[in-house]
């Protein structure tokens, strides 16, 4: 469980699941998601390895790796990958001012978490990952943000890349569905979300069961 460390995403033992989904995502978009698409002017990304693997570079979103953050910000929702957002947005949602009114809810930390939290999720954030799904909810906010915010904070479920992907789900799987409640409950669908596998072979909707496309 352990001679995975020159990959810098894969400090879990999870390799063969990665290696699989690196062959699976070969297939799909792929090249669509260049660096050159990332238009933010905001990246941080200068001290990581960007091409250690082909399939490094092409798997999903890599899995959390800091305990607190998994215990502090996993109890109401799932712990969210950081590679699900870019640095800018995690940095307006995880400050002490917006932590105090987070999304309707007090989700109020010490300074010293936040600080520990926020260097974490902005390290480790969509836009400077070198993973192809990454990659995507960056560009995709890229994009969100010009055209234009309903919430003063940032959402996922907001990104262009996640929209374009839920498109065909009607809300009585979703809202109406008592065992979901809403798109923020990734981990209900998506059996594989808290390891960041998203893939949407891996869907099963409460009530409903697998997705067929
Ligand atoms: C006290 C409960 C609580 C805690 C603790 C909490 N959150 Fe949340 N969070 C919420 C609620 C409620 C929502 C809105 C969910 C919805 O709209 O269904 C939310 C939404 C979010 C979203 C947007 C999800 C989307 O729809 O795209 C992000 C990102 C997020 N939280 C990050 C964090 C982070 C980072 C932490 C830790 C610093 C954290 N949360 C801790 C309650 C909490
Ligand atoms: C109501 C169930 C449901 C919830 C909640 C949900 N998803 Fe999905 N997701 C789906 C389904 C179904 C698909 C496949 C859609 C399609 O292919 O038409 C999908 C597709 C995806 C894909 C693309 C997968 C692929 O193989 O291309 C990503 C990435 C994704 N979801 C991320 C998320 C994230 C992140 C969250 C939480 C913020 C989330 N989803 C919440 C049902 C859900």
């Given at each position: 469980m352990q001679p995975t460390q020159r990959y810098?995403?894969?400090?879990?033992?999870?390799?063969?699941?990665?290696?699989?989904?690196?062959?699976?995502?070969l297939g799909g978009a792929g090249?669509?998601?260049?660096?050159?698409?990332?238009?933010?002017?905001?990246?941080?990304?200068?001290?990581?390895?960007?091409?250690?693997?082909?399939?490094?570079?092409?798997?999903?979103?890599?899995?959390?790796?800091?305990?607190?953050?998994?215990?502090?910000?996993?109890?109401?929702?799932?712990?969210?990958?950081?590679?699900?957002?870019?640095?800018?947005?995690w940095a307006q949602i995880v400050n002490p001012a917006a932590l105090a009114n987070h999304y309707g809810d007090d989700a109020s930390l010490s300074d010293a978490l936040v600080l520990e939290l926020?260097?974490?999720?902005?390290?480790?954030?969509?836009?400077?990952?070198?993973?192809?799904?990454?990659?995507?909810?960056?560009?995709?906010?890229?994009d969100n943000a010009s055209g234009?915010?309903?919430e003063s904070l940032p959402r996922i479920?907001?990104?262009?890349y996640f929209l374009r992907k839920h498109d065909e789900i009607p809300a009585r799987m979703v809202t109406d569905n008592p065992d979901v409640g809403s798109f923020?409950?990734?981990?209900?669908?998506?059996?594989?979300?808290?390891?960041?596998d998203f893939n949407e072979h891996r869907v099963k909707i409460p009530n409903f069961g697998a997705w067929e496309d």
């Open positions: 810098r995403d894969m400090k879990t033992p999870k390799i063969a699941l990665l290696i699989t989904l690196g062959l699976l995502s090249l669509a998601f260049s660096d050159d698409d990332d238009d933010d002017g905001d990246r941080h990304g200068s001290h990581h390895e960007k091409h250690g693997s082909w399939f490094g570079s092409r798997s999903d979103i890599a899995p959390n790796t800091n305990p607190t953050y998994t215990e502090e910000c996993g109890s109401c929702h799932m712990a969210y990958q950081p590679g699900l957002l870019p640095a800018q947005s926020s260097t974490y999720l902005t390290q480790n954030a969509a836009d400077t990952s070198s993973r192809t799904r990454s990659r995507a909810f960056a560009v995709a906010s890229a234009g915010q309903t479920t907001q990104t262009a923020s409950q990734c981990n209900r669908c998506h059996q594989g979300a808290a390891d960041g």
